[in-house]
């Protein structure tokens, strides 16, 4: 009879410790900092600002929202009300002509359904014009038009044809393959493939796009009334150089009360359109 030797016990592995890969350290990064740095420096060295006047600041804003809002100039609340409805109606002209303009651009920059060298034209030609805001368009327009609320909606136009044209390719661009394919397969034609391959599935990206052009337009509207094309920011300006601070207040509860509400309505619209009639 064979004795089987006691095993010798199990002696625990040591714990591996882990290793983190290593990074190439890179001078492009501290670089980059200091020049970061150096510029934001430099801005603020360049600015001038009267950094003693910063400890009155509080005390001035605290003054003037009193003089605002103490006792607002309710008295001039029609005229107030009747010069929103005509930055309203500026706001909503621009946005018609930028949509009537920018969706047909927009179906032929985007990919697939133009030509490229037309492509290309028209892209470049979306992105000069975003960047030009819409002061500077309604400044230029005013040579033609002259202060007029025609002008400051022509400016909006113009500006909205640039935004609204980018997001119109970016979203026929996002579409699914498969109905333009199907569309194709049958034979069907450049326009008929983008009416029957494209829109249906695009239509409520763009209905979305078009709401909140508008209701960028709204808040624009108020500033081009700056430069004397009309509306609640012509009224806004003549007030405050006046310094009549009550009747600015006014304006400004007028303006931010009836900019939430559009806002909100138009929020409510979008969500509607993108997620269904149960969305909430």
Do not use: C, H
Not at 34 to 51: K, L, M, R
Request: without cysteine; charged residues 15%.
């Amino acid at each position: 009879m064979t004795v089987l030797a006691p095993r010798a016990p199990r002696v625990p592995r040591a714990p591996q410790t882990l290793q983190l890969p290593t990074r190439r350290r890179s001078l492009w990064r501290p670089i980059a900092t200091v020049v970061v740095t150096v510029i934001v420096v430099a801005a603020f060295w360049s600015v001038q600002i009267a950094w003693g006047r910063l400890a009155d600041l509080p005390a001035d804003i605290g003054r003037y929202l009193w003089l605002m809002f103490s006792a607002p100039e309710w008295s001039k609340l029609p005229e107030a009300l009747w010069q929103t409805w005509r930055s309203i109606e500026m706001a909503w002209v621009g946005t018609v002509l930028g949509i009537l303009l920018a969706t047909p651009l927009s179906l032929i920059a985007a990919r697939g359904f133009g030509l490229v060298w037309l492509r290309g034209v028209l892209r470049l030609v979306f992105s000069v014009v975003r960047a030009v805001p819409e002061l500077i368009i309604a400044i230029i327009i005013l040579s033609v038009t002259g202060l007029t609320p025609l002008t400051g909606a022509l400016a909006l136009a113009v500006n909205g044809i640039g935004t609204l044209g980018k997001w119109g390719y970016e979203a026929v661009e996002a579409v699914p393959a498969g109905p333009i394919e199907a569309a194709r397969a049958a034979g069907g034609s450049t326009a008929q493939v983008l009416r029957w391959g494209v829109w249906p599935q695009a239509q409520p990206v763009f209905l979305s796009f078009w709401l909140y052009r508008f209701e960028i337009n709204v808040r624009s509207s108020a500033v081009l009334g700056l430069i004397g094309v009309g509306g609640i920011g012509d009224m806004l300006t003549s007030y405050t150089q006046y310094r009549e601070w009550s009747t600015v207040g006014m304006l400004l509860i007028v303006v931010i009360v009836v900019t939430m509400a559009i806002d909100a309505v138009s929020g409510m619209l979008r969500r509607r359109i993108m997620e269904g009639p149960r969305a909430r």
